[in-house]
């Protein structure tokens, strides 16, 4: 008999809560939870598909380990001892840094993606650190940690109680968004115009987004950072700036006047290709507006004034009062987050406490470019060893790094490699063994990343819908062994991962003067923990210290384990609040409006006013029914529109003399790709998109469904050199491209 079972959909940033329908150990189908408290039923063609992602056939279900130069199923015991007689004596002979780690953005999709990786980061004290966020949004940390101290205060639109919404870059229509969490984020724009609200939507591409906003201003790809600065100097010139509120934890206000008095409307006009008056009228508007809030997202990120665009995304919401305010940008409260520290100065944020080795790329966040991997691992020099063995978890850099031909090379040269994942894609056939964890149905889910940039502070928990399949292992497990494996510690019970962190956290909490466990035996609070499982355990240790948790007994009220499962829809814990000065962690306890490393990236800025702009340049795009490169191997999330594309506008294409559908060759530093036009007037002339995911035509990769029309990668356009320099953030919009048409009759390759 069929029967139903509560989920949250791993599947983008917006955790919309699903119903499933079970036949079996099988998910047959899947609806919005119209009682979920968070997004009320809101479902799109990615959760409506989860039965399909869940059930993949090419999803590995069993360790594959390397013999003789070829992969073969093992077992989950063979496995491990391959890893830890393959990382150890890379890490025993060369050093912690000769092994790297490249985490994926699916690790934040998955409750075992945030409670492991930081465990095993810690052991191994390597500063061969990669993430996809240096692909993606390390500018908006980089900003967030020199303006409040924290790179993690990320504030977010209050989508539900703003009158102005001026949002740079982003597709929320097809991304779900970003950044943002916030189920149905369509029906909350719908729901801004018929309140009387204002959107304003910057983009170089019509995008669905575009064509519901009042205005659409077709910007000229990679000059955010110039429209943004100009908005500002006219807030300031028109003495429109008020801080409300605000101003007795803002500093450098007049220093910032001064720095940006060269970015007048006029000036950059002519880069940004837009009419002077039109930005004026813009900054009006949003100093006009009761309350407004500027959203920016990877358009804005991944171009080469990255942190600065993200920067100046938070001062207009500081110079205009709408920081921290209803209605305008506010700092979520996730029920998991650390007690709050006492207000007044904090440490401070650093960039660039290391370096890469070959290009000398600063760290930031503690992470080095993933754009940088290939020649740290192929690259000599004088300056310590190359990587030599990495760890990889969910990640797909072949794919969704810059010059993904030389990563490929790099990676099959590594001595040893392990991917936690469970398809045998184009990074992860590089690998000595492949540990697949289980199909999300199988598994626990609690958002913890994605509950700190929500709309609206609520907390949901999931436990698997479907019971784990014999010969399985819990994705959790293969996470907690491979961090024993990894750190000299193979062979012990894996349970002891999470004791350990449960003794070390309660052991600080119990020595902190404002934790409401001071002076208590760690002992006793731990005997109290409830859970079937280590990560349970940790999750309801988490909730009880929390800002909204029982404080094991000292708020009886609050948060606990038992409680949110005794609310399988999840608990509302209100509307976002005002939250500074507490969570400011500069050193001068207030908004450094002005920090050194931003005031020293300026110069940079008003060089690229004088810039000439390329004839053409490349932007990506992104589709409601795929997420990066994970489900083009679903046949039910893929065709129609959703397809790999170069958009260009007829105007280039009758310049170009290039046809629809016909192929294009695209021509960028690191490459060549040719892919079939699709001529539309939704890209602005001068621009031409290219999706971002798809090339999934290398030998040895098992997605069935995704080699029938592989598509091509984008990033093999890009050799890597382009990148944001404060951040170290990959430059993949924005960038100068060359188009020919394919001949009749001439075979064509990517």
């Given amino acids: 008999m069929p029967r139903t079972a509560l989920r949250i959909c791993p599947l983008c940033e917006a955790t919309c809560g699903l119903t499933l329908t079970v036949e079996g150990t099988r998910v047959t189908g899947a609806r919005g939870d119209r009682e979920d408290v968070f997004s009320k039923g809101f479902i799109c063609p990615k959760g409506a598909s989860f039965g399909a992602v869940d059930g993949d056939p090419d999803r590995l279900r069993v360790p594959l380990v390397r013999e003789d130069g070829a992969l073969r199923e093992a077992t989950w015991e063979e496995a491990f001892d391959a890893v830890a007689a393959g990382l150890r004596p890379v890490v025993e002979r060369y050093g912690p840094h000769a092994l790297g780690v490249v985490l994926g953005n699916p690790n934040v999709h998955t409750m075992a993606g945030a409670l492991y990786p930081p465990v095993l980061l810690a052991a191994l004290r390597t500063r061969s650190l990669f993430t996809a966020s240096t692909v993606d949004q390390m500018p908006k940390h980089v900003s967030s940690g020199l303006l409040f101290g924290d790179a993690n205060a990320i504030p977010v639109p209050d989508l539900d109680r703003t009158d102005h919404l001026l949002l740079i870059g982003a597709n929320p229509l097809d991304s779900n968004g970003s950044l943002c969490t916030a189920p149905d984020?369509?029906?909350?724009?719908?729901?801004?115009?018929?309140?009387?609200?204002?959107?304003?939507?910057?983009?170089?591409?019509?995008?669905?987004?575009?064509?519901?906003?009042?205005?659409?201003?077709?910007?000229?790809?990679?000059?955010?950072?110039?429209?943004?600065?100009?908005?500002?100097?006219?807030?300031?010139?028109?003495?429109?700036?008020?801080?409300?509120?605000?101003?007795?934890?803002?500093?450098?206000?007049?220093?910032?006047?001064?720095?940006?008095?060269?970015?007048?409307?006029?000036?950059?006009?002519?880069?940004?290709?837009?009419?002077?008056?039109?930005?004026?009228?813009?900054?009006?508007?949003?100093?006009?507006?009761?309350?407004?809030?500027?959203?920016?997202?990877?358009?804005?990120?991944?171009?080469?004034?990255?942190?600065?665009?993200?920067?100046?995304?938070?001062?207009?919401?500081?110079?205009?009062?709408?920081?921290?305010?209803?209605?305008?940008?506010?700092?979520?409260?996730?029920?998991?987050?650390?007690?709050?520290?006492?207000?007044?100065?904090?440490?401070?944020?650093?960039?660039?406490?290391?370096?890469?080795?070959?290009?000398?790329?600063?760290?930031?966040?503690?992470?080095?470019?993933?754009?940088?991997?290939?020649?740290?691992?192929?690259?000599?020099?004088?300056?310590?060893?190359?990587?030599?063995?990495?760890?990889?978890?969910?990640?797909?850099?072949?794919?969704?790094?810059?010059?993904?031909?030389?990563?490929?090379?790099?990676?099959?040269?590594?001595?040893?490699?392990v991917s936690v994942d469970p398809y045998l894609n184009e990074t992860s056939r590089h690998a000595d063994v492949v540990l697949p964890p289980p199909p999300p149905s199988q598994s626990p889910h609690h958002d913890f990343a994605f509950n700190a940039l929500a709309v609206r502070n609520q907390v949901r928990y999931s436990r698997p819908a479907v019971p784990l399949e014999v010969g399985r292992m819990a994705e959790t497990e293969i996470l907690a062994r491979l961090v024993l494996a990894a750190t000299g510690m193979h062979g012990a019970d894996p349970a002891a991962v999470d004791a350990m962190v449960v003794d070390q956290a309660l052991g600080k909490a119990v020595q902190e003067p404002r934790s409401p466990v001071h002076g208590r035996d760690p002992g006793e609070l731990a005997a109290q923990l409830t859970g079937e499982s280590g990560p349970e355990r940790r999750l309801d240790l988490m909730l009880r210290l929390g800002p909204y948790g029982d404080g094991f007994g000292a708020r009886p009220d609050g948060l606990t384990l038992a409680r949110l499962l005794d609310h399988p829809h999840g608990i509302d814990l209100g509307p976002l609040r005002p939250r500074l000065p507490q969570l400011l962690k500069t050193v001068s306890g207030k908004v450094e409006l002005l920090p050194g490393p931003i005031a020293g990236d300026l110069p940079r800025l008003r060089e690229a006013l004088r810039e000439r702009p390329a004839a053409l340049v490349l932007v990506g795009r992104r589709h409601l029914r795929s997420n990066n490169s994970w489900m083009h191997n679903v046949p039910a999330l893929t065709g129609g529109s959703n397809r790999c594309t170069l958009q260009l506008n007829p105007r280039d294409a009758a310049r170009l003399g290039i046809a629809d559908g016909r192929p294009v060759r695209v021509k960028g530093a690191g490459g060549e790709v040719t892919a079939p036009a699709e001529v539309t007037d939704a890209v602005r002339p001068g621009v031409v998109s290219l999706p971002h995911g798809w090339g999934h035509d290398r030998p040895g990769v098992r997605l069935s469904h995704a080699g029938t029309d592989p598509g091509v990668n984008v990033n093999q356009l890009l050799d890597g050199s382009l990148l944001d320099p404060l951040s170290g953030n990959a430059v993949l919009n924005g960038v100068p491209v060359e188009l020919a048409p394919v001949p009749e009759g001439l075979t064509t390759s990517a």
């Fill in 185 to 417: 984020f369509p029906g909350r724009l719908k729901a801004l115009r018929a309140r009387g609200g204002r959107l304003t939507v910057v983009d170089p591409r019509r995008t669905r987004t575009a064509k519901l906003a009042d205005r659409h201003l077709a910007i000229r790809p990679g000059t955010d950072a110039l429209l943004l600065a100009a908005l500002a100097t006219v807030l300031f010139e028109e003495e429109l700036t008020d801080l409300g509120a605000l101003a007795p934890h803002v500093q450098d206000v007049g220093e910032l006047r001064s720095a940006l008095a060269d970015f007048t409307p006029e000036a950059v006009a002519a880069a940004c290709d837009l009419d002077a008056d039109l930005i004026r009228t813009l900054a009006r508007e949003l100093a006009a507006a009761p309350a407004a809030a500027v959203y920016a997202r990877i358009g804005s990120c991944t171009v080469p004034h990255g942190t600065l665009a993200s920067w100046l995304v938070d001062v207009l919401n500081v110079l205009t009062g709408n920081l921290d305010r209803p209605g305008g940008a506010l700092f979520p409260q996730a029920a998991t987050e650390r007690s709050p520290r006492p207000v007044g100065p904090g440490h401070g944020f650093a960039l660039g406490r290391w370096h890469s080795r070959v290009r000398h790329l600063p760290e930031a966040k503690g992470e080095l470019p993933l754009s940088a991997l290939a020649e740290e691992i192929d690259t000599a020099t004088d300056e310590g060893e190359p990587v030599r063995a990495l760890v990889v978890v969910a990640a797909n850099p072949v794919l969704s790094a810059p010059d993904g031909d030389r990563l490929d090379k790099a990676l099959h040269s590594l001595d040893f490699m």
